[in-house]
């Protein structure tokens, strides 16, 4: 077999589509029973999930790495007890929510740092906030 020559666009366009069909047919290696998944590393009981590393319990999660107990997230890191979450770091018990780092118990905020009980980004005492947090939970679709 020759060697693809890198400057002619038809060669390298074939040469990096069998290289993307190789990386999408590799498994889940160093994973257990994640047997759903597709391209996950060394994760664990995980379903449905794409391109995440190190995650445990996780459920229709893409790119996220070192979560647990997470659903429906999308590039977390470090993070658990997450639902519906983008980009969170370093974070516990968040739904709805997009780009926070090192929060606990939000529900549907944006761009919050080091926060706790907070609904939309509007601080609340914790007893408030579980009794809203219980309304709005199942009526919320984001």
């Known amino acids: 077999m020759s060697a693809t020559d ?17 990386a999408d047919d590799r498994g889940n ?11 996950c590393t060394q994760c664990t009981f995980s379903e449905r999930c794409r391109g995440c ?10 790119g996220c790495s070192h979560c647990t107990k997470i659903r429906d997230c999308v590039q977390c890191h470090a993070s658990s007890q997450l ?8 974070s516990h018990y ?16 944006v761009g919050l740092v080091r926060k706790e009980f907070h609904i939309l980004n ?7 906030y579980f009794k809203l947090v219980k309304a ?3 009526t919320v679709r984001v």
């Open 83 to 90: 639902v519906d979450c983008e980009r969170c770091v370093d």
């Open 29 to 39: 290696p160093g994973s257990y029973r994640s047997e759903t998944c597709r391209n």
């Open 6 to 22: 890198p400057t002619d666009p038809r060669q390298f366009r074939a040469a990096f589509e069998a290289l993307l069909k190789a």
């Open 94 to 109: 968040l739904e709805h929510c997009r780009d926070c780092a090192e929060c606990t118990y939000c529900f549907g905020c």
């Open 122 to 128: 509007t601080p609340y005492d914790r007893k408030t």
């Open 136 to 138: 709005l939970r199942g």
């Open 53 to 62: 590393h190190a995650c445990n319990y996780a459920v229709d999660s893409e």
